[in-house]
């Protein structure tokens, strides 16, 4: 299954072949954010997350 996860515009994307368990950490490990699906995005503020879908790992920063 290819899953990206990126920044655009200020905010997280998430695009998966299918639908996948997807949650986002800010830079102090809370998880701030959760969804389940294929093609999420996430409108958050200016900086570094974590953000697992299916249990792996991607980090991002976001810049505004």
């Avoid at 200020?10 to 093609?39: F, H, L, W």
Wanted: glycine share 8%; with cysteine.
């Amino acid at each position: 299954t290819q899953t990206e996860v990126y920044t655009i515009n200020g905010a997280i994307v998430v695009t998966a072949s299918n639908d996948m368990s997807i949650e986002v950490y800010n830079a102090q490990g809370i998880r701030i954010a959760t969804a389940c699906g294929s093609n999420e995005v996430f409108n958050v503020a200016q900086g570094t997350y974590i953000v697992k879908v299916n249990g792996n790992s991607h980090k991002v920063t976001v810049v505004k």
